[in-house]
């Protein structure tokens, strides 16, 4: 499968097309455009894409899968998370709707639609797949560190907090390094990353035994690209993620860090007794635990400076720049040339 | 269910009584001799089971289940862990033997035996359990920080490797720290603590996100006690299991730690290419990665002296103690009072 080139998706964003409700469908939608021909949510259909979300222009709005029809689809993809990753009764039609004409499903809610009877019998009659996202293929192994022993360049985004611009980061340096030529491929880890880059594995779902095994086969499968640019998760101190952090710095064994972090948050997300720790502290602390299995430095810091204003955003790059003598940028605001410039400069 | 003064076990250690392969009864007889009632293992039945595994006088060796029945055994337990996790078929009949004579069955094998429809039949016709130990609860929550705020005083082991020492080193500051007083409990986070404690949590077999939840569970369970010995897992530098081992440190927000470390060993168990860190590498790291969720200190050594003479431990443990100017003990060779000084010098 090279779903780059083959698939044509509809995003199921029923009644909550918005910004915070619709964060799937917005990064497939900013990063895999060419793929998207249609978007159903009733509530918005025929208004203009871009003026609710801010990305996807001239991809149409309609009320059901019956009129997506004529633009040929191929997936469904489910491009909203709802409270409690459950199914809301009124999206089972919609997908009901796909199955019966030929559309696969793709979809990374936490309750799994292959376990569904009705959806798994249309898909079993017209030969079609439910692919959950987030079920981790069944032959991950144990970590055996042989990631270290491979010729490609591994970066690793890594952050001061969860949700702060990993996948986004990752995905920017990929096509940015593609745009010079160079052969890199990235690497999703999360389930979003991995409906956009058509494969992955949701490293949070495997059982901890397995979370560096997970992480090494990811690399062990893409040897032969130059540059992985693999996505980060959770935080390397963290009450509840530190752990998925961990496993997916020993078993990537990258030579390369790109730190995530967003300078106005003071405290981590939805943890306010938890201080986001300074980034001298948090350099020193992933050098020193990736140092042991592969030799690797933190190469830049990539900063999300949303809601800020160019001009502060570029004052807080400087004073990053200045604190930690690492290039700094906000990859959505001015691109990541400088991170491909570090990359190239320890490229093997 | 108190285990602890109404479990009388049988321990199913069949075709396999060697200290090597029956690590868990080995283990569960050190620790548990008062509610071990026979071993069986047919190879060596009428045998003295201390001159084989060096712990367990006085326990008879049997062939079979049927010869245990005059002793009033409530439990079979699986005693060894056979190549692959897997039940060989020489084992069956014990199991069932077992189960039509009214014993429960804890098993810590990777097959659960509760999957088993012969055995699951046999155990609801006689109303009995079949405790799969690896199993984890289904309701734990994600990690919210919150057994920082306990007033229980929290102490974890950790490790310079795997197979180290961590269970025997918690077990036996639990017991020393009850003979000074001290209202303490051993928590188990592995299937053999798990066995011999008769609660806990196999912190590896949970899903990945749910690591550190699963840790905070085990200290929110049990906030009645005054001092919480929390069995650690992995190595916080390893190719395969260092997740875990992060998860568990930030899940149960420990105030000290007891490191575990073996003098011999130069090379990770199983990974010649990844050398033992040194102490104050180790030392330095987990009080970093430990400090932002609740103050902590690395507070005693604990060494593994297996296969060193007395004389040649005490110069190790003197050697340590230099170095890193910190209590250091073998708790086999020479008890663990030293720790519980320690310890109690941090009691709330």
């Known amino acids: 499968m090279n779903p780059m080139t083959k698939r044509r998706l509809v995003i199921l964003a029923e009644g909550r097309l918005d910004l915070f409700s619709a964060k799937t469908a917005v990064s497939v939608i900013r990063y895999r455009k060419e793929e998207v021909v249609a978007v159903i949510d009733h509530v918005n259909a025929g208004k203009d894409l871009s003026s609710i979300i801010g990305v996807g222009k001239g991809i149409p709005i309609v009320s059901n899968v019956g009129e997506t029809l004529k633009l040929k689809p191929t997936d469904l993809l489910i491009g909203i998370a709802p409270p409690g990753g459950m199914l809301p009764d009124e999206w089972r039609k919609h997908i009901t709707d796909a199955l019966r004409n030929k559309m696969n499903i793709i979809s990374g809610l936490h309750l799994h639609l292959s376990d569904d009877s ?76 991995i409906m956009i880059e058509g494969s992955g594995i949701a490293v949070d779902h495997v059982i901890s035994d397995f979370i560096s095994g997970a992480a090494e086969k990811l690399v062990l499968d893409r040897i032969q690209y130059k540059l992985l640019s693999i996505e980060g998760q959770g935080a390397i101190v963290h009450p509840a993620y530190s752990g998925v952090t961990l496993g997916l710095l020993h078993g990537s064994a990258p030579q390369g860090l790109i730190l995530c972090h967003q300078p106005i948050r003071k405290t981590l997300r939805h943890f306010p007794n938890f201080p986001i720790l300074p980034l001298s502290y948090l350099i020193e602390l992933y050098e020193k635990l990736a140092q042991p299995i592969h030799p690797c430095k933190v190469l830049g810091i990539s900063l999300n400076c949303f809601g800020m204003s160019d001009n502060d955003a570029l004052q807080e790059i400087k004073k990053v720049e200045k604190e930690t003598r690492l290039p700094a940028t906000d990859p959505i605001k001015f691109g990541v040339d400088k991170f491909i410039d570090a990359i190239q400069s320890i490229l093997p």
């Open 118 to 193: 009705e959806f798994c019998k249309l898909a079993q009659d017209h030969q079609l797949k439910i692919w959950d996202v987030r079920i981790p293929p069944e032959d991950i192994p144990l970590g055996t560190g042989k990631a270290k022993e491979t010729k490609t360049l591994r970066i690793l985004t890594v952050g001061s907090d969860c949700n702060i611009g990993k996948m986004v980061t990752s995905i920017e340096i990929t096509d940015a390094a593609k745009k010079r030529g160079v052969n890199a491929c990235f690497v999703a880890t999360g389930q979003t990353g």
